[in-house]
Nanobody, 123 residues
Framework: VQLQASGGGLVQAGGSLRLSCAVSGLMFSRYALDWFRQAPGKEREFVAAISWTSGSTYYSDSVKGRFTISRDNLKNTVYLQMNSLKPEDTAVYYC?????????????????WGKGTQVTVSS
């Protein structure tokens, strides 16, 4: 299983970025997907999750209303649209896959991880 995240970069506060994570090696449409992030000196934290049918999404309080998670089951890709970015959103963002049939936001439950993409928001 491989997860390749992309789309990170440097953006000014108030700007937007769209992250992508291409997944291969599993039956993509049967898995929920998550995004996590890790800021310097901090623990990795949950950002957003989406169910296998896109019928359910869940967000951390810190990004709710600003970030949108979505997926394209034909392209085996999950997205994270990030709007109204703040300096405190600066982190390495990781996509992750929990076990098949599980929809969870718990870091320890994830089976597979991508390598991460850096997002830096300047003030």
């Amino acid at each position: 299983v491989q997860l390749q995240a992309s789309g990170g970069g440097l953006v000014q506060a108030g700007g937007s970025l769209r992250l992508s994570c291409a997944v291969s090696g599993l039956m993509f449409s049967r898995y929920a997907l998550d995004w996590f992030r890790q800021a310097p000196g901090k623990e990795r934290e949950f950002v957003a999750a989406i169910s296998w049918t896109s019928g359910s999404t869940y967000y951390s309080d810190s990004v709710k209303g600003r970030f949108t998670i979505s997926r394209d089951n034909l392209k085996n890709t999950v997205y994270l649209q990030m709007n109204s970015l703040k300096p405190e959103d600066t982190a390495v963002y990781y996509c992750a896959v929990p076990p098949r049939g599980r929809y969870t936001l718990v870091l320890e439950d994830m089976d597979y991880w991508g390598k991460g993409t850096q997002v830096t928001v300047s003030s």
